[in-house]
C-alpha cells in the first residue's frame, strides 16, 4: 500500500472512498501524512511529500483548485494545471495517493458553510484580497474531514497560511498535526511558487528583490536596528527594481501582531513583479 519513489500513485476522486481509505489504513495502524496543494506542484511541494514520507507510513497529496480561495478579478482561469507531471513527481516522491475531488463533491449544490479564521486572516493577503483565507480555511477543513491524516505539512511560503490552518485547527479541535516546512528557493533566492511561471524573463531577474530585501532585513535585525529600519531594507531593495510594495512588515510568528521584545519574528513582504503578486518572508530570531 505504501508509496515507493519512481511508483504512480493511486488516484481517488471521490470523496467517501478517499475517507474509507484513510480511515482503514489508520485501524491498520500506519501513520498518516497529507500534503494540500492547488497542482502546478514544483520543488517546493516535492520537499514537502519528500518530508512525509520520511516522517510517515504512507502520503496523500490533494490536487484541487480551489475556487473559493481566487476573487473576481483573480487567476482562477488561466492557473496552471499540469496533472500528469504532478502525479508522476508525486509518485516518485513516496505518495501513496492523490486526491483530485470534482468541484461539485467540495461544494454541493446548496453549499452554504464557511470557516472564517478572524485575527490572522484580517491584514496582509486577508486585507488585499478579500474572502482569500475564508476560502482556504474552508477547503482546508473539508479536506481534513475527508482526509484525517496524523499530520498536515504546509511550506513556510505562504506563512500567513500556516498561522490562519494552525489557528482554525486549534479553534476547532480538529485532530491533525501541523508540519510547516522550509521555503525552497530558486538558486538566486527566488522563494518557489506556481505563479513564478507568469513572469517574463525580465521580470523574473528583478522577482529576486523579495529574497534581497528580506535578506538585508535579517541582517538589520541581526545588528538591533529598529523594527521601522529593518522594515525599510525591504522596501528599499523592491524600489531599486521598481516592484511596487504591497507590504512589508514585521511580525510576530504566531499571531501576526507588532513584534513582541525578545521572541522571534517573521518579515512579511508582498510585491508586484509585472502583473504577478509574489510573497516571501523570513524568520527572525529571538533577540536580546
Ligand atoms: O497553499 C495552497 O496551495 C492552497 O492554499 C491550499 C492550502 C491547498 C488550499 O487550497
Wanted: proline share 9%; hydrophobic share 45%.
Amino acid at each position: 500500500m505504501s508509496g515507493q519513489p519512481g511508483h504512480t500513485p493511486i488516484v481517488v476522486a471521490e470523496p467517501r472512498l478517499m475517507r474509507d481509505t484513510i480511515l482503514a489504513a489508520c485501524r491498520a495502524g500506519r501513520r498518516i501524512g497529507f500534503v494540500p496543494t492547488m497542482g502546478a506542484l514544483h520543488a517546493g511541494h516535492a520537499s514537502l511529500v519528500e518530508q512525509a514520507a520520511a516522517e510517515c507510513d504512507d502520503v496523500v497529496v490533494s490536487i484541487f483548485v480551489n475556487p473559493k480561495q481566487f476573487g473576481p478579478r483573480e487567476d482562477l482561469a488561466r492557473y496552471p494545471r499540469t496533472l500528469p507531471a504532478d502525479l508522476a513527481l508525486v509518485g516518485a516522491k513516496g505518495a501513496t495517493w492523490v486526491f483530485v475531488p470534482e468541484p461539485s463533491t467540495a461544494y454541493p449544490a446548496g453549499h452554504a458553510t464557511s470557516v472564517v479564521v478572524a485575527a490572522p486572516a484580517a491584514d496582509f493577503e486577508g486585507a488585499i484580497r478579500p474572502g482569500h483565507f475564508a476560502g482556504v480555511a474552508t477547503v482546508v477543513c473539508w479536506l481534513f474531514n475527508v482526509v484525517p491524516a496524523d499530520v498536515a505539512y504546509f511550506g513556510a511560503k505562504d506563512w500567513q497560511q500556516t498561522v490562519v490552518v494552525r489557528r482554525m485547527v486549534a479553534d476547532l479541535a480538529i485532530p491533525i498535526a501541523i508540519e510547516v516546512c522550509p521555503t525552497i528557493r530558486e538558486p538566486d533566492g527566488l522563494a518557489m511558487s506556481s505563479r513564478n511561471a507568469y513572469l517574463s524573463p525580465e521580470d523574473r531577474r528583478r522577482a529576486v528583490a523579495l529574497h534581497e530585501g528580506l535578506t538585508s532585513a535579517a541582517e538589520r535585525w541581526q545588528a538591533g536596528d529598529a523594527v521601522a529600519v529593518v522594515e525599510k531594507a525591504i522596501r528599499a531593495a523592491l524600489r531599486s527594481r521598481d516592484i511596487p510594495v504591497d507590504y512589508a512588515q514585521v511580525v510576530d510568528t504566531d499571531t501576526l501582531l507588532p513584534p513582541r521584545p525578545g521572541a522571534a519574528a517573521v518579515a512579511l513582504v508582498a510585491g508586484r513583479v509585472g502583473n504577478t503578486r509574489l510573497l516571501d518572508n523570513i524568520f527572525l530570531p529571538p533577540r536580546p
